[in-house]
């Protein structure tokens, strides 16, 4: 690279190149991305440029021949960075490194691009990567080929001095007040060896706008004693959260010191780190009941029944977002089916589904409401393969493609997210081109998808319902929302907004803590079902082993003789209210399941019976997880919750990895309901703990349960009797009644209850007050 037309070119490449030419600081002003307030404009661009060769020859002769001519370079490089637009820092880094190797002729170079109107809390961000001529073919040096922007390992994406205020430290003034903090980040995205995409795809790496918001979002709303504990979470926010493969985080208390400038702490992280950390943490207790064969019932070993749902293959690389509508028909029985089939064969697995919404048609408003939900996947099927086995799918389940646009059909699936890639043909655009105007969308991927970066608009899913719903807001004031979070209940859509539900207890044992004995048969059961229904239950419970402190378990054999005849004489006599079985055995569950109950209502969350899961799937019926430690007989004795005695934290921690375990075995986040489980395993001032703080499990945006809907059993519980001293549990009702009440304000959508008629009119009053 030489003044005379570089004639020295291929001697300097020879030599090794251990010398470096550097430009610093090269100003330049174009639209790359977007700015801070993620509007397309023009931006200044600071280009930071290391030219690794050899200055020998120049450096012996001093012949201009052999030096470099900055102002070439320069100019070159200023020339190429405004005449066009960049999508992103990453491909104008890219497009740099390639016009300097090829028209300037560098052997191997280094580029930082640095945007100082990047962010709004933040000094800049930017890239910097480094390339050699071995890294690109002729044809990408040249311009005749597609170059797709790739990342190798020495790659960094940073972000410089990015302004926070947090509660961190130990002195108490430090744990009053807020204070700033530095953080610089270094991201790595060539970790994982991105691989080469198609020439029509765009690779999308870790957006540092997406990091950034969801860093910021964790740390500003918690709060630290140390340095080391903020950053080690900044790193796993980054690594969890936004699926970096690894991080340097450098973090500075500016008023740490008086008369030093900063104090912080600078570390490393990567995912084997923390994988290795979880695994090192993880326990498991879990109790297993026997499975065996039961007389009487033609009742097999379950485990050789069930279906096997191990890990996902390893070939099912890539990750896609799907929507899903129905209006035709049974709609949840359909969205259900469009997923099995969606499973058939081995190249798709469903590995999450969101919450469903009853929503009101759009564009063409004369046709019933939708049921709307989305899913996550993982396959190995292109785009145009997977939409074709889409379109299949919605053939054979008979829609019409030749009826109106947007009209009735019994199945709708849409592409909305292909793992980062931005994809357009005639029959196919990706990401889905109206997704981010559609709440009937943007509501259900955002269940399974908040913190998913939209890879043209710059903004999590979350954001752009946000967005969205800010601007229908500004459109029509004060008007509610007519999408409702529902769930499919005996063929019916039940919207969990529209009134707390009643469950009415029924016992079918001999020795239930309040009323054991008392509907021991099954006419006196099926009697008693009808009357808590006409005094105004929603779904009848019904249980055929007492789970109260100290109780005797029975065979399973005695469980199915309690309960299953009851479902069975119930629906020959027509009773078409919703039934429930209590239970923590899958053969149980499966069996009054098969006899005509509709949810499954487990006080061990799946953990006492490891094929309850895979029962729960198979039947895709409404199931209920609850909280508890230990069995009937040992579940008082661990009451033991750390020195904070933070019940509701470890409640939320608990079973969310029970509901995690059950979308793993294919059950669907719509059929799921978390019990907090007052009274089992938690003494009195715990019960009432959970009662107290239960808007922090169910309406806080942080709680691992925020958006499911809540089962709470208070009924009769202990605890109201020590509170009103009352040793009668049938003399409890207006102690029931409160803890009731309490659970309404705090987000309860069904109460478990043995007095229906008293507690029904309590509810009305409870809902009246608090689900406004």
Known sequence: MSAAEHTKEDTIVDLPLTDKICIRDLSVRNIIGVDAWERSKRQPIIINLVVYTSVSQAGDTDHLPYSIHYGI???????????????????????IARVVISKCHAPKITVRIDKPRALLHAASAG?????????????????????PVRFNQHDIIFVKDLKLSCIIGVNPWEREEEQLVVLNLQIYPGMDGTPDRKADYVSNTHNYRTIVRTITKYIEASSYKTVEAFVTSVARIAIEKCHVSKITVKMEKPSAIVFAGSAGVEITRDRAFFASAAAANKTHTRGVSSISTIPGFGITPLASTLPKRGPVPDQLSHEVYLALGSNLGDSAANLTNALKMLEQGDRVRVVDTSFLYETPPMYVTDQP??????????????PLELLKKIKDIEAEMGRDFNTIRNGPR????????????????DVLTIPHIAMQEREFVLRPLCDIAKDVEHPKLYRHISQLLSQLLLKQEEASP???????KSFPLRHKIVRWDAKTLIMGILNTTPDSFSDGGDYSTAEAAALRAQKLIDDGADIIDIGGMSTRPNSEEISEEEEIRRVVPVIQLLRARGFEAPISVDTFRAVVADKAIEAGADLINDVSAGK??????????????????MHMRGDSKTMMSQTDYGAKNDVVGEIGRDLSKSIQRAIAAGVHRWNIIPDPGVGFSKDSEQSLQVLRRLPELTQSETSPLAGYPCLVGPSRKAFIGHLTQQPDATKRAWGTAAACTASVAGGAGIVRVHDVKEIRDVIKVADAIWRV
């Open 73 to 95: 370079l320069c100019k070159t490089v200023e020339a190429h960075s405004e005449k066009s637009e960049f999508r992103s820092v990453e491909a104008l880094a890219d497009s």
């Open 478 to 484: 004060g008007s509610d929302s007519n999408i409702h």
């Open 369 to 382: 409401p939708f049921l709307n939900a989305a899913c996550k996947i993982k396959t190995d099927l292109e």
């Open 127 to 147: 890239v910097e990567i480094t390339r050699s001529r071995s890294d690109y073919t002729e044809g990408e040096l040249n311009g005749t080929v597609p170059c």
């Open 608 to 625: 006492r019976d490891p094929a309850m899961y895979s029962v729960m799937a198979k039947w895709n019926v409404p199931v209920c997880l």
């Open 410 to 425: 019994p199945i709708d699936i849409d592409i909305l997210l292909y793992d980062s890639i931005e994809y357009k043909d």
